[in-house]
């Protein structure tokens, strides 16, 4: 592998990390914003490591893909529970036979994949991400944008009235206590992801628009620090994993573009903006090192893919069985 450089090493960890980055991971690892209780990596630590398809089944069977419908407590009480979908995303859409998932990584600049990305049956693009001026990189197509509650709420992004938001399907997520108890969610959540969501439901009712359960996002959570020596952040996973994990209960194959960076790996924050931060593609506040160490694991595609093309293969949960 000498002469093709390195890829994304799965054993990956926080010591790999430069000083300042290692500091802010340490300080998210020892915040426990959401009231995380879990074994921890001691228990982990003395089995022995999963492969990559005992880590797919372990995914497939342990994280439920939900979102919200208006017959769930609380939300069955409240008037604008019928703006809700009444069916699940994933009765609603696919089955697709090939998908992509657009990360938002600087490194997609300059990578020439927008016909590729556009060749699959549906694409995957996360928050603020946009295609208008980036098509010969990131393509054209969105099926789905997957949206954190941070981007409804943030006066910025003008959420309500950007055209950005206008294009697919929306899939938006929050922040949960760790109990999943829908309730006290809704009490509590980290940005007003309801009111902004009624909201925007008003302004555009006829596209389609889920929230995702916040249980899928500690079940995930779970199956990466289950599977890491180290403990993880207790914050949850950031998008771009989240929404991968969807994209595989709606695909026969999912391809992940720039989550694991190519050889144009670059401090670049994003395609679309002049910020630089290494926080963005290591994480900070979100386990991102450890959610990259766990697609390592599962890729079935090869490490020249990750190479030239920031190319993940993962397989859709209905092309397996356990
Ligand atoms: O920053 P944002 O969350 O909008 O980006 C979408 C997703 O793309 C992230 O959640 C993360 O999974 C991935 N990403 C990355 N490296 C970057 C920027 C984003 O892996 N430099």
């Known amino acids: 592998n000498g002469a093709l450089g390195e890829v994304w090493n799965e054993e990956m960890s926080s010591s790999m990390l430069g000083k300042r980055l290692r500091k802010v991971v340490q300080n998210y690892q020892a915040m426990n914003k959401y009231g995380v209780h879990y074994p921890g990596p001691e228990s982990a630590a003395h089995r022995s490591k999963l492969s990559g398809p005992e880590l797919l089944c372990q995914i497939k069977k342990m994280v439920q893909i939900a979102t919200l419908t208006p017959d769930m407590e609380p939300f069955s009480g409240f008037p ?45 693009r996360f928050n603020a991400a946009p295609t208008t001026g980036f098509e010969k990189d990131v393509g054209s197509k969105t099926t789905v944008r997957l949206i954190n509650s941070q981007v409804m709420a943030s006066e910025d992004h003008h959420f309500l009235s950007s055209s950005l938001y206008s294009a697919g399907i929306l899939v938006s997520w929050d922040p949960g206590p760790y109990s999943s108890d829908l309730r006290e969610w809704f009490n509590k959540t980290d940005y007003p992801i309801f009111k902004q969501y009624q909201r925007y439901r008003r302004l555009h009712p006829q596209q389609p628009f889920y929230i995702l359960h916040p249980r899928m996002e500690w079940q995930l ?102």
Not at 94 to 112: E, H, I, M, Q, R
Not at 236 to 257: A, E, I, K, Q, R
Request: with cysteine; charged share 20%; net charge positive.
């Open 221 to 322: 959570w779970q199956r990466i620090q289950d599977n890491m020596v180290e403990t993880i952040q207790k914050n949850p996973p950031s998008s771009g994993l989240l929404g991968t994990v969807l994209m595989m209960s709606l695909c026969d194959v999912v391809h992940v573009y720039e989550f694991l960076p190519s050889r144009r790996k670059t401090e670049l924050c994003h395609y679309y903006q002049r910020f630089s931060d290494a926080a963005c593609t290591l994480g900070a506040y979100h386990p991102l090192l450890y959610e990259k160490n766990l697609v390592k694991r599962m890729n079935k595609g090869s490490d020249h893919d990750i190479y030239t093309h920031g190319k993940v293969t993962l397989p859709g949960f209905m092309t397996f069985n356990c």
């Open 80 to 124: 604008w529970a019928s703006q809700l979908p009444p069916r699940q995303i994933t009765t609603d859409i696919g089955p697709f036979k090939t998908c992509a998932v657009v990360s938002s990584a600087g490194s997609l600049k300059n990578s020439g994949l927008g016909k590729e990305i556009d060749a699959h049956d549906a694409v995957i």
